[in-house]
């Protein structure tokens, strides 16, 4: 299971997709007419006719409807009980949640979270805990099965730890414990309905999110909790028949519930799309209702142990079941009895924004949390505030933005908003104006709005004490030591290697890289350099590497000791090839794994011994010549690499003449490709030893009328470019080619090999262009059409500016040699003047 499929299935905030729409754009929608319609008083009447108060509203028929407020005064001396239905990462329910807490004045609080998480929740009170950030619950002994539970400065969740942590109230999770939620099977976990579809279609909206928003997210109201767990209790009653699944209800609380609600369409019934016209089962699952039993038991202990005032915290569909009185709690007991169990570790662990976002797959995501982010934090002109914020992101982006252009952004969201009768700018109007005034309805300068600052990439942070595994304390240390800096935007470093720390930073990208994290991916910088001093790095921290981390903790306590475990188990695989013990093997020396740089070459050596297949030695000599190379800037010994490197030469030069012989046309052009490698490699390593067998190898390949054209004609361009062959030489094998005894595809061939990718040759050397033109136009037409595709696909490889100059040549001159220099031109007309002058004067002397 990988984490985002844990995350989704197991985590609170998966569940939370049945809770509650996933965006909060603060938009004060109209209340809309419709088959049932919001009442003055600000009743929302639900489809079977009873009417629930909205946070605006006192009225109510409902059953339930007599629940204390916190203000009423516990006359009967009973523990007092609030339960506060939030949606996940609702800036409007966070606060308002803030508030109710302030009122209620809890001596104890539950949130809805694995409640083995407990321990953790102390680290809340560390200065260097910023969220975002996210539980992290996985198997000890297979890491990839893991699962997330994120909050946001934004989400109910961590405000209500933070007021427990301010005003030292105890915090406890009360949902299913992560090692349950680990053991489960995935098919039986994960509730994915939209309850709050039949509210918004009540109260006459066509998107649920917009009712949420008018009626919560948009007003923050201490006493809008009340209303909305009304609102389930009144939903959940309306097809159930009670409160349900209620406490009491013995087994009927142990069947999976169907009823038929509106659907969300787009959002494959997880809350995330907006509610229409058609129908779906809204299913109450037992997945749902055994985390409903444990957060009531959860309860009874608090309770048990003495809690006075108890804040409950949970997703808004869950309320109804959770409030009022517990009841007996065998039903509940019966209902978690026998549940899987595994073992299970859990720490806190940096988030970002991005993953907070629905686009991740995220199931209880939201679509713009670096919005969410800026409406909860910046209370005081949200919207100029905002506006400035996106000047600075186009500004960045050398993008010409001024004073003015925010001003009359300004202008054109408020005035939106009030045309829409909404008290305040929302996204939608914010965006609207961002592309009109700012963006010049250009879409692309938008989507870098929308990717940096709607989406946003804030990247959390964790107090360095949080409990982990070894290897990922080694590499905090190593990257504070080395002044890096992991960051969820993407940038590029530049590596000088002569420098010790640029070195060391190296060695810790590629040892992560060993290790299947990619913190950091090679590219080319702006700098180019064909030396080996310069790496350029682009660099992006991803919240899934800290489960890679883990999974990579079995192969060592440190960084350097994991990748050196971890590659030489690679190598000591049965199937592993020459080209991947060569590969292995640079990579151990970019990374500088001393400790299994000599088991690779010896597992190397013995491989290479062992294998025949003159390809395969060809894929492996640039790898360990590349290698070679690296020795005078980091230092490193490569006495042995080089003995292995010229034994490998030995081989392949002992084995290519006879490997090229009988190969159709894709395995001779194959064979070409890793000759050329082979060629430029040998080269690069300037020894004079090596280059000399090699060239004599190319030497009697070129020698041989047996071997394809692609292969001889490139042996024959080599050794014209490494000078053992001179110019004339190289015309009479192209000559000799080109003669009547072979067919146009093999005379093809031979140019396809002796041209491939070097058109500027025809350009220079005017006497090879003619005779390639005087072969061409002796061809007769059925010769010439069988021919075409193989040189156009020669000379479809040269550059755009390669064959421009071929065809100028080829205008100017023709296939004409050029005139020697110095030499007269005739002319016909004043040759015919002179022989008759010449006749004359001859005439009469006679």
């Known amino acids: 299971m990988s984490e985002h499929t ?69 006359t009967a001396g009973e523990p007092l009980t609030r339960v506060f239905g939030i949606r996940h990462h609702g800036p409007g329910s966070a606060r308002s949640l803030r508030l109710a807490l302030e009122e209620f004045r809890p001596d104890a609080i539950l949130i809805e979270g694995p409640a083995d998480a407990d321990p953790l929740v102390g680290f809340v009170a560390a200065d260097t805990m910023t969220p975002p950030v996210a539980l992290l619950a996985y198997v000890p002994d297979s890491p990839a099965r893991a699962a997330f539970w994120p909050f946001a400065v934004f989400s109910p969740e961590w405000q209500a730890m933070r007021y427990g942590v301010d005003h030292a109230v ?3 999770f009360c949902d299913l414990p992560a090692s349950q939620v680990l053991a489960a099977d995935e098919a039986d976990r994960g509730d994915r309905t939209d309850p709050l579809g039949t509210l918004a279609a009540a109260a006459g909206y066509d998107d649920a999110e917009r009712w949420w ?7 923050p109201d201490s006493t809008a909790f009340d209303a909305i767990t009304e609102a389930m209790s009144a939903l959940r009653e309306d097809h159930l028949g009670a409160p349900g699944p209620a406490p009491g209800d013995g087994e009927a609380s142990e069947q999976a519930v169907m009823v038929d609600v509106p659907f969300a369409v787009g959002g494959d019934g997880d809350g995330s799309g907006s509610a229409t016209a058609g129908f779906a089962p809204l299913v109450v699952d037992q997945h749902t209702l055994r985390r409903e039993a444990h957060m009531r038991q959860t309860m009874r202990q608090v309770l048990k142990g003495g809690a006075r005032r108890l804040a409950v915290v949970c997703g808004a569909w869950h309320a109804p079941a959770l409030a009022g009185p517990l009841g007996p709690a065998a039903p509940d007991t019966r209902l978690l009895k026998g549940l899987p169990k595994t073992k299970a570790a859990l720490t806190w662990v940096p988030w970002t924004h991005s993953r907070l976002a629905a686009g991740s797959g995220y199931g209880a995501g ?44 300004v202008r054109l969201a408020d005035t939106l908003a009030a045309l829409r009768g909404r ?81 060391e930073r190296s060695h810790l990208l590629h040892r992560l890289r060993l290790l299947g994290i990619d913190w950091g991916t090679p590219t080319v910088g702006e700098a180019r350099n064909t030396g080996t001093f310069r790496e350029t790095w682009a660099l992006r921290w991803e919240p899934e590497f800290e489960v890679r981390i883990v999974e990579a903790a079995v192969w060592g306590t440190t960084l350097r000791t994991a990748a050196e475990a971890k590659i030489l188990d690679t190598a000591s695989r049965e199937d592993v090839t020459v080209a991947a013990l060569a590969d292995a093997l640079e990579l151990a020396l970019l990374a500088e794994l001393g400790g299994a740089t000599d088991g690779l070459i010896a597992r190397l050596e013995a491989a290479a011994a062992l294998d025949h297949d003159v390809t395969h030695l060809l894929t492996a000599l640039p790898g360990l010549t590349r290698t070679l190379r690296y020795g005078d800037v980091r230092g490193t010994d490569t006495k042995a690499l080089a003995h292995v490197a010229d034994g490998l030469l030995v081989r392949i030069c002992a084995g290519l003449p006879g490997a090229v012989t009988g190969l159709d046309t894709d395995a001779a052009e194959a064979l070409r490709a890793q000759i050329d490698a082979a060629h430029t490699a040998i080269s690069t390593r300037d020894d004079d030893h090596a280059s000399t067998e090699w060239l004599a190898t190319l030497q009697r390949i070129a020698d041989r009328d047996d071997v394809h054209g692609a292969i001889a004609g490139r042996a024959v361009r080599l050794l014209c470019d490494a000078e053992r062959i001179d110019d004339a030489d ?25 041209l491939g990718g070097r058109g500027l040759l025809l350009v220079h050397d005017r006497e090879l262009l003619r005779r390639i033109d005087e072969w061409l136009r002796d061809l007769a037409e059925d010769q010439f059409v069988a021919t075409l595709p193989l040189l156009r696909r020669t000379f479809g490889s040269f550059e755009s500016g390669e064959r421009r100059a071929i065809g100028q ?38």
């Open 170 to 172: 105890p915090v406890r």
């Open 423 to 503: 008290p305040l700018a929302g996204l939608s109007e914010v965006t609207e104006a961002v592309r009109s005034v700012m963006c010049g309805g250009d879409e692309t300068v938008l989507r870098l709005v929308i990717d940096e600052l709607v989406v946003g990439e804030t990247l959390g942070g964790v107090p360095e004490d949080t409990p982990t595994v070894p290897l990922a304390a080694d590499l905090r240390a190593r990257i504070k030591t080395l002044r890096l800096k992991q960051e969820a935007l993407a940038r590029t470093v530049d590596l000088d290697l002569r420098k010790e720390r640029d070195v």
């Open 213 to 219: 928003d008018a009626v919560v997210e948009s007003v």
């Open 809 to 846: 040549a080829l205008r100017d001159t023709g296939s004409t040699p050029p005139t020697p220099a110095g030499a007269t031109p005739i002319d016909p007309a004043r040759g015919r003047l002179a022989l008759r002058a010449a006749t004359t004067v001859l005439g009469a002397a006679g």
């Open 6 to 74: 844990a995350g989704e299935a197991g985590a609170p905030d998966a569940h939370r997709s049945a809770t509650e729409p996933n965006d909060a754009a603060r938009e004060q929608a109209s209340t809309t007419s419709g088959s049932v319609t919001a009442t003055p008083s600000g009743s929302v009447a639900t489809p079977s006719g009873s009417v629930v108060a909205t946070p605006s509203g006192t009225g109510s028929k409902h059953p339930r409807a007599d629940r204390r407020t916190p203000s009423e005064p516990d």
């Open 366 to 409: 939201v679509t713009s949390p670096g919005w969410y982010h800026h409406l909860f934090t910046e209370t005081e002109r949200p919207v100029a505030r905002w506006l400035t914020k996106v000047a600075g992101v186009l500004r960045a982006h050398d993008l010409p933005v001024s004073s003015a252009h925010i001003i009359e952004a």
């Open 730 to 754: 190289s015309a009479r094998r192209l000559a000799a080619a080109l003669s009547i005894g072979n067919t146009p595809a093999a005379k093809a061939a031979w140019i396809d090999g002796f």
